[in-house]
């Protein structure tokens, strides 16, 4: 796998997957309030790794906003995986995370940086290895 690619092997697509996630799965929300992060691991010896998905809710903003809000998730995702999937690697265990902004919202923040949302993705991610 690419170092710092997000293949289809490592994002949740299917209803199951989001079900358990939503429905037995922790949530977690960054120190600003910022992102809220919903998560569920489970012990996999031939599997292991984690896979990830971002929700934006309507009320958010318009499509172009939301449609930006993933955008920068997944990359500040992709670029710093790599702790997060040596430790999901180092216990055998398959991680399932949604992230998905809280405290953001098109009204209250018209342009989003890679900036502002990164130091929220990695802070969450370390939270997530400490819990597993």
Same mark, same amino acid.
Request: aromatic content about 10%; glycine content about 6%; some cysteine.
């Given at each position: 796998?690419?170092? !710092?690619?997000?293949?289809?092997?490592?994002? =949740?697509?299917?209803?199951?997957? !989001?079900?358990? $996630?939503? %429905?037995?799965?922790?949530?977690? !929300?960054?120190?600003?309030? #910022?992102?809220?992060?919903?998560?569920?691991?489970?012990?996999?010896?031939?599997?292991?790794?984690?896979? @990830?998905?971002? *929700?934006?809710?309507?009320?958010? *903003?318009?499509?172009?906003?939301?449609?930006? +809000? #993933?955008?920068?998730?997944?990359?500040? $995702?992709?670029?710093?995986?790599?702790?997060?999937?040596? $430790?999901? @690697?180092?216990?055998?265990? =398959?991680?399932?995370?949604?992230?998905?902004?809280?405290? +953001?919202?098109?009204? #209250?923040?018209? %342009?989003?940086?890679? !900036? &502002?949302?990164?130091? &929220?993705? +990695?802070?969450?991610?370390?939270? +997530?290895?400490?819990?597993?």
């Amino acid at each position: 796998m690419k170092q !710092f690619g997000l293949s289809k092997k490592e994002r =949740i697509k299917s209803k199951t997957e !989001f079900s358990l $996630v939503y %429905t037995k799965g922790s949530i977690l !929300f960054s120190s600003g309030k #910022k992102l809220k992060a919903n998560y569920y691991s489970i012990f996999s010896a031939d599997n292991p790794g984690f896979k @990830v998905a971002f *929700g934006v809710h309507k009320k958010s *903003g318009n499509a172009v906003w939301r449609n930006r +809000i #993933k955008r920068l998730l997944r990359t500040a $995702v992709r670029l710093n995986k790599k702790n997060l999937s040596n $430790v999901c @690697v180092s216990q055998n265990k =398959i991680l399932f995370l949604v992230i998905s902004p809280y405290g +953001i919202n098109q009204k #209250k923040n018209k %342009t989003v940086s890679l !900036f &502002d949302l990164q130091a &929220d993705v +990695i802070e969450l991610m370390n939270k +997530i290895c400490t819990n597993l």
